[in-house]
Structure formats: C-alpha cells, structure tokens
T-cell receptor, first 117, second 120 residues
Framework: GAGVSQSPSNKVTEKGKDVELRCDPI?????LYWYRQSLGQGLEFLIY????????KSGLPSDRFSAERTGGSVSTLTIQRTQQEDSAVYLC???????????????FGPGTRLTVL | AQKVTQAQTEISVVEKEDVTLDCVYE???????LFWYKQPPSGELVFLIR??????QNEISGRYSWNFQKSTSSFNFTITASQVVDSAVYFC?????????????????FGQGTRLTINP
C-alpha cells in the first residue's frame, strides 16, 4: 500500500510569509507525527496526534507553529511569519496507534524541504 | 531526560568490510523502545528495527545485526560485508511508554546520526 506522502517536496519562501505543509498518513494509521530535521538541531519532535485525543504540542518551538489534523487523516503544519531559522526538512510520520501501553513503529514520509530566504 | 548519543559522526569503509555503528542511550524509565532508522540520500527515513527494553536478545536480519546491552545502555548496529547501497545516515532513536496518557503514540528522541560511506 501507499506510504506516508508529503507535499510540497520543496518550498522556498520569503521571510515573514506563512507556509503550509501537508501530510497524508498511511491509511488506517491513527497516530500522526511531525518532526523537524535541521543541521544544527538534528531530528526533533514537534507534535503528534493520536485519534481524537488532544495533540501533544510539547515540541513546537514557538507560537508561530501550529498543526491540525482533519477527519483523523490528513494533517497540515502551518508556520506563520517564517524566519530563516525555520529552514529545515519537515518530516511527517504515522503509526497504527496500539492500545495497551505498547508503542508501535513510526513510518516516515519523504519530507518537505523548507527554505526561508 | 531521555538522550541518545551516536558518538560516530562519520564512518567510511571499503566495500565488504564489517562496520559497527554505536548507540548509547539514557532514560529513567524501565519500559522503553529502541529503534534504528536508515536515511539514504533520497531523504526518507526507513525503519530497520524496533526493540523493547525487556528483550535483550540480539537480532540478525541478513547482513544486519543488533546488539542490545541494557547493562551498558547500548544498542549497537553491525553491517556485515558492507555494500555501497548501505551508504546512508543511520539514526538510533528512543521512546518511552506513556501508559497513563496517549497509548501507542510516542515521540521519538533521535541521536545525531552516523553518516556511513561505503567505498567501492
């Protein structure tokens, strides 16, 4: 079946503009995650959604970052008033979401490379 | 706090050599999971293995093997008879089980990655 897809694959924007990044998880996966990969910070967690529960936003670096997940499937990560330090690859992952206190495996999309000029 | 350390930033070997990628982790929890992911030049993170903290058996999958040692908090990855296609950045990651909150969904803490280059 299809894996996690993300769009656009590349985004170049000017400082101060807003951007939206999209993620389509694997069908049937109830959990969805956003990570950021940058040269200075490595791979860092941003936010995750699990079913209908409130998302864990603990990794969002500032209030300029927000994310939503509509209908329990597609997610959009929005960055407002972009700054140059927002330049990074934004990775989305999804997982089945396993009950019983067990973790499951996250499968990653190809990422969106964001460049803020 | 959780932490994953991959001390080897870059490794370069000649094809057919064996190579071991080190991973050391820190956690206060008794229940946790460890992962290895491969990131080839295309950029997508590819899942390789998941291991829970109660299972210390080593695992072998073809040319890949993993050595989990709780006593030293290490989860090392060995590629035997390396091939050029193994060239990639490899990440070790850790997650802790949050039994009382959202079940199943976990945030991964990644190491900084090891860039492995296999030369023909």
């Amino acid at each position: 079946g299809a894996g996690v897809s993300q769009s656009p694959s590349n985004k170049v924007t000017e400082k101060g503009k807003d951007v939206e990044l999209r993620c389509d998880p694997i069908s049937g996966h109830t959990a969805l995650y956003w990570y950021r990969q940058s040269l200075g910070q490595g791979l860092e967690f941003l936010i995750y959604f699990q079913g209908n529960s409130a998302p864990d936003k603990s990794g969002l670096p500032s209030d300029r970052f927000s994310a939503e997940r509509t209908g329990g499937s597609v997610s959009t990560l929005t960055i407002q008033r972009t700054q140059q330090e927002d330049s990074a690859v934004y990775l989305c992952a999804s997982s089945l979401g396993v009950a019983g206190g067990l973790t499951d495996t996250q499968y990653f999309g190809p990422g969106t490379r964001l460049t803020v000029l | 706090a959780q932490k994953v350390t991959q001390a080897q930033t870059e490794i370069s070997v000649v094809e057919k050599e064996d190579v071991t990628l080190d991973c050391v982790y820190e956690t206060r929890d008794t229940t946790y999971y460890l992962f290895w992911y491969k990131q080839p030049p295309s950029g997508e993170l590819v899942f390789l293995i998941r291991r829970n903290s109660f299972d210390e058996q080593n695992e072998i999958s073809g040319r890949y093997s993993w050595n989990f040692q709780k006593s030293t908090s290490s989860f090392n990855f060995t590629i035997t008879a390396s091939q050029v296609v193994d060239s990639a950045v490899y990440f070790c990651a850790l997650s802790e089980v949050e039994i009382m909150t959202i079940q199943g969904a976990q945030k991964l803490v990644f190491g900084q990655g090891t860039r492995l280059t296999i030369n023909p």
